[in-house]
């Protein structure tokens, strides 16, 4: 038995690739790249999306390992766990939360850390993700008035709505409970309140996270400002407002592998209110695209760093 459970443990990250393979291949195959040709790229405005996409990914991974830190963990901001942030970051494109989470607890307790404290780390980044992105877009565009033809007053209780059920369970109180009756249920244990967190977790990581929204929505802008250059330095919060709603939203749709579908309706939607529909069009694919390839670049920097840092120690 105790053989078998070795062998399944050893095959478990090949098990993670192969799923990452299958749905990004099937991404990539029915993508229509046709919507690209003729279209003039500004490649210094891509070149600095590029740039602020990475940032905004090593930003991520800086934030759950503050997260860690706060919570008691024995984790600082190294190449290890931001390659473990990396290749789990690669789960998104896998239906569901459970990869992104799940790879991450699963690679970074191979480094020793509890996987307590990793399990509501990464439950508690989730949340604040998604109550963060939605905050920051719903208070942009509610002053915008070009939003209210795809935001109408309907939608825009429900985004309240769901901002405050987010926010009262980011209580520490609530949190905790909630987390120690699903880990009762589950392990049929009492979950000990050294991994419970505090006021000031979540104040910290509400912090990180809102600098994080910003990058992301500065990444989307270059984006767009590379294909459509008639876009003004104006329109940069309403597209600010867009990319965090539509990344809200996207993770909210545990279906759709990374959002898929979910992020570029959202985004032609709202786009085609300050620019030509067909042009929106072209700027959600392209930013999907080229999102699969900083994700490949962020992990493939990773990799190399921590190999490189791993052949140094053992010189």
């Known amino acids: 038995m105790a053989t078998s459970t070795g062998t399944f443990k050893r095959i478990i990250p090949y098990i993670f690739y192969a799923f990452v393979a299958v749905f990004l291949l099937y991404f990539l195959a029915t993508a229509d790249y046709s919507k690209l040709s003729g279209i003039d ?6 070149g600095l999306a590029t740039v602020a996409g990475l940032a ?4 991520g991974s800086f934030t759950w390992q503050q997260i860690l830190r706060r919570l008691g963990a024995k984790a600082t901001f190294s190449r290890e766990l931001n390659y473990v942030y990396a290749k789990s970051w690669l789960g998104r494109y896998i239906p569901g939360t459970a990869p992104w989470i799940l790879g991450k607890i699963y690679f970074a307790s191979k480094l ?42 309907n939608l825009r ?25 699903i880990y009762k249920i589950l392990k049929k244990k009492v979950f000990a309140k050294e991994h419970y967190v505090t006021s000031g977790v979540i104040v910290n990581g509400t912090l990180l996270y809102i ?11 270059l984006i767009a400002k590379s294909i459509y250059a008639p876009l003004g330095w104006s329109d940069a ?9 539509a990344s809200a939203v996207s993770m909210l749709a545990i279906f759709a592998p990374s959002g898929i579908g979910v992020r570029e309706g959202i985004q032609i939607a709202l786009l085609s209110v300050i620019m030509p529909a067909e042009i929106a069009i072209v700027i959600a ?5 080229w999102g699969v ?23």
């Open 41 to 46: 790229f500004n490649w210094w405005y891509f």
């Open 56 to 59: 905004y990914r090593y930003w």
């Open 112 to 153: 020793g850390i509890s996987k307590n404290k990793l399990a509501v780390s990464s439950l508690l980044e989730g949340m604040l993700q998604i109550i963060i992105t939605l905050l920051i877009s719903f208070f942009i565009l509610l002053i915008d008035s070009r939003a209210d033809q795809f935001i109408n007053s």
């Open 157 to 181: 209780v429900v985004i309240v709505v769901s901002i405050v059920i987010g926010c009262v369970a980011l209580i520490p109180f609530f949190f905790n409970k909630a987390v120690a009756t």
């Open 211 to 221: 600098i994080g929204a910003f990058i992301g929505g500065v990444s989307f802008l």
């Open 237 to 245: 919060l309403y597209i600010l407002g867009v990319s965090n709603l």
């Open 285 to 289: 694919l392209t930013t999907r695209l």
């Open 293 to 315: 390839l900083v994700d490949f670049m962020f992990f493939g920097i990773a990799k190399a760093i921590n190999q490189s840092s791993s052949t140094r120690a053992g010189e």
